[in-house]
């Protein structure tokens, strides 16, 4: 698949991918509170000193090319499944905020009639191809709704894939089943969103859930969330150097646990602000970042992530448009196989507003069947 625009040669791809390998041979990634993932690691030669894990960044790549370069992610129906990897990108609804702000302009902590109805916002549009997961921090009350009335929600009124949950391990397995998960290397109905922690790490319940995920024959996202002057190195070079280094632990883990199972790797590096300490989202750096991170995971033979319309603003007004627009644009010209937070995103990721969802929905549509006309004549 050609890319429509390679930000780096490959003098400047291989210069990255030899930091990476340093990295990870003199510094090493910490595998925290979880003795199964350093047993993992040791049985293909790492060495383990403590929960610090070092290893050859070329037997990283040999476990990481058992994973396929694409694979189907189920729906309820054959019609409502996708191909991650294929010819256009599966475009992921927002992961993660715990507030809302609705069409009147007023924003609350959600709710399970508000996660139901994001859910419906996914099913009916055209744009969107999963409901995912997460689509805000369901309140009942006093307490967060219980992780399987979520999954209830998309499971009763969606026929589209949906994400899993990563609370727990076990929370993992119990929603696999009510998905009706068979285990079988052609059964591929959820997607786990793992994320490590830079600068280096990955903490006990994403690696659980990560084993689970691949003993299971699910999807994992590997992803690695930068910020640039704080988790990771200033540079868009160093970062890119770091987040590669340490998505290749991850990804290798799943093929070392179930060769050949699905996964998609994530880099993504955005500026942090000393003026009010926190992540900026829609800047050049970002863009920069997104697109030599797509370039980087697609050598490594596997899918890769992008991110959607991501703003700081808290408000769906021109500056959401112009930082959304742009960062969703960085994704769709490297090429990301999976968009992330595709519709929704305001304030930092605090906020999924109902709003921007109908907004960037329209935005998404339109890039999309671009897209589609550009393959019918032949322009990729």
């Keep these: 698949m050609q890319f429509p625009y390679a930000l780096l040669d490959e003098p400047a791809l291989a210069s990255i991918e030899a930091q990476a390998a340093q990295i990870l041979d003199e510094i090493g990634v910490e595998l925290q509170g979880d003795p199964g993932s350093l047993n993992a690691m040791a049985s293909v030669g790492a060495r383990i000193e403590g929960e610090r894990v070092r290893i050859d960044a070329d037997r990283l790549r040999g476990l990481i090319a058992r994973a396929p370069a694409s694979f189907i992610w189920q729906g309820k129906t054959e019609a409502a499944s996708v191909t991650v990897g294929g010819d256009r990108p599966v475009v992921v609804p927002f992961y993660g905020p715990p ?19 994001l859910v419906r916002l996914c099913d009916a549009s055209p744009a969107i191809d999963s409901t995912g997961f997460q689509l805000c921090i369901a309140h009942g009350g006093d307490a967060l709704v219980p992780y399987m009335e979520l999954a209830r929600a998309h499971l009763a009124l969606s026929n589209k894939p949906m ?101 998609v790797g994530g880099i993504f590096a955005t500026p942090f602000s000393m003026q009010f300490m926190g992540p900026i989202f829609g800047t050049p ?64 990721g605090r906020t999924v507003g109902v709003e921007k969802f109908n907004s960037d929905e329209a935005i998404l549509e339109a890039q999309l069947s671009n897209l589609q006309i550009r393959h019918s004549s032949g322009y990729f």
């Excluded at 507030?99 to 109805?117: C, S």
């Excluded at 959820?190 to 024959?217: D, K, M, W, Y």
């Design 163 to 263: 994400m899993g949950t990563i609370l727990s391990e076990d929370a993992l397995r119990e929603v696999a089943s009510a998905a009706g998960v068979k285990d079988t290397d052609e059964d591929c109905r959820l997607l786990h969103l793992i994320n490590l922690t830079p600068p280096l790490v990955f903490q006990t319940n994403p690696l659980r859930c990560l084993r689970a995920s691949a003993e299971l024959g699910q999807a994992s996202l590997v992803a690695s969330y930068m910020m640039m002057g704080a988790t990771a190195p200033v540079t868009v070079a160093g970062a890119l150097a770091q987040g590669l280094a340490e998505i290749m632990v991850g990804l290798a883990l799943t093929q070392i646990y179930r060769p050949g199972a699905p996964v």
């Design 285 to 348: 750096e970002s863009h920069l970042a997104q697109l030599a991170g797509c370039q980087l995971v697609r050598r490594l033979g596997v899918p890769c992530r992008g991110d959607g319309l991501v703003t700081s603003s808290k408000i769906n007004d021109a500056q959401a448009g112009y930082e959304g627009a742009s960062a969703f644009g960085a994704s769709f010209m490297g090429r990301a196989d999976l968009i992330l937070h595709a519709a929704g995103w305001l304030e930092f």
């Design 99 to 117: 507030n809302v702000r609705h069409a009147n302009d007023t924003i609350r902590q959600g709710t399970l009639e508000d996660y139901r109805e």
